[in-house]
């Protein structure tokens, strides 16, 4: 609820906010598979781990919508602006993804932490790549991107 909130006041606004929260809902495929992969349970650490997870995703999601927002702000077509958002910020995105896994790794010999390190590996691995994809779609549609037409000879 409160992180809700914080969203919609950090972007005054609504559709901004529903593509960034509606990524969260994608790290389910990730987490279902890693528990099932693993044989862990989806039990209070798992839950720790997916609440870590969503905050993860939702900064993930905010860095590409900000930054869609700041091209827009600079006079770039909706559409122009979410290709180039999209392709600047996938790295920053990927490596921040990639050290939190790899920071996650020596939790899985742990007994008491794995279900938190394999939800929140198996979570961020399959949420990052499709944010990348479904963030930059829902942007799109939910502020009618249009291709620009090709510049006649």
Do not use: H
Request: charged fraction near 10%; hydrophobic fraction near 60%; avoid cysteine.
């Amino acid at each position: 609820g409160i992180m809700v909130l914080i969203v919609i006041a950090l972007f005054n606004a609504i559709r901004q906010p529903l593509v960034i929260w509606l990524t969260v809902p994608l790290a389910i495929i990730g987490v279902t598979a890693g528990l099932l992969l693993t044989n862990q349970p989806f039990g209070f650490m798992a839950l720790l781990g997916f609440l870590s997870l969503s905050g993860m995703l939702i900064k993930n999601a905010i860095v590409l919508v900000d930054e869609i927002d700041l091209q827009r702000g600079e006079g770039k077509s909706t559409y122009d602006a979410i290709l180039d958002s999209g392709s600047s910020r996938l790295r920053p995105v990927s490596m921040a993804a990639a050290t939190t896994i790899l920071g996650m790794i020596p939790l899985f010999t742990d007994a008491f932490y794995i279900a938190m390190a394999v939800t929140i590996v198996g979570g961020l691995a399959v949420a990052t790549v499709l944010t990348m994809v479904v963030v930059p779609v829902l942007y799109a549609i939910l502020f009618k991107a249009k291709k620009d037409a090709p510049a006649s000879a």
